[in-house]
């Protein structure tokens, strides 16, 4: 049973930081892919970022480009999103997302409970 839980949401102020994590558990971690997408309210669920296995090759939606890095510590079984310089339009419920394959080229099999990121203005 693949299970993914994430930490680390909460309030920020426009322009502030905020990390948060997955953990994952009942497969292989460091053999597949990861990835965080992002759900606003009245909003279909988009991708934010996605990781390989080996953590080499990532991807990122334009409209965090630049401000957003994930990463990935598979000794800790752990997906992170460092977020920098958040926007308002930057809230959100972040989830977490596991792929069968070891690039992102799939469509995730697995999701996390989210985790809410509210920015305000």
């Known amino acids: 049973q693949v299970q993914l839980v994430e930490s680390g949401g909460g309030l920020v102020q426009a322009g502030g930081s905020l990390t948060i994590s997955c953990a994952a558990s009942?497969?292989?971690?460091?053999?597949?892919?990861m990835g965080w997408f992002r759900q606003a309210p009245g909003k279909e669920r988009d991708v934010v970022a996605a990781?390989?296995?080996?953590?080499?090759?990532?991807n990122y939606a334009d409209s965090v480009k630049g401000r957003f890095t994930i990463s990935r510590d598979n000794a800790k079984n752990t997906v992170y999103l460092e977020m920098n310089s958040l926007k308002p339009e930057d809230t959100a419920i972040y989830y977490c997302?596991?792929?069968?394959?070891?690039?992102?080229?799939?469509?995730?099999?697995?999701w996390g409970q989210g985790t809410q990121v509210t920015v305000s203005s």
């Open positions: 997302a596991i792929y069968p394959t070891r690039l992102f080229t799939s469509t995730p099999d697995y």
């Open positions: 009942g497969r292989t971690f460091s053999n597949y892919a």
């Open positions: 990781i390989s296995w080996s953590g080499r090759s990532t």
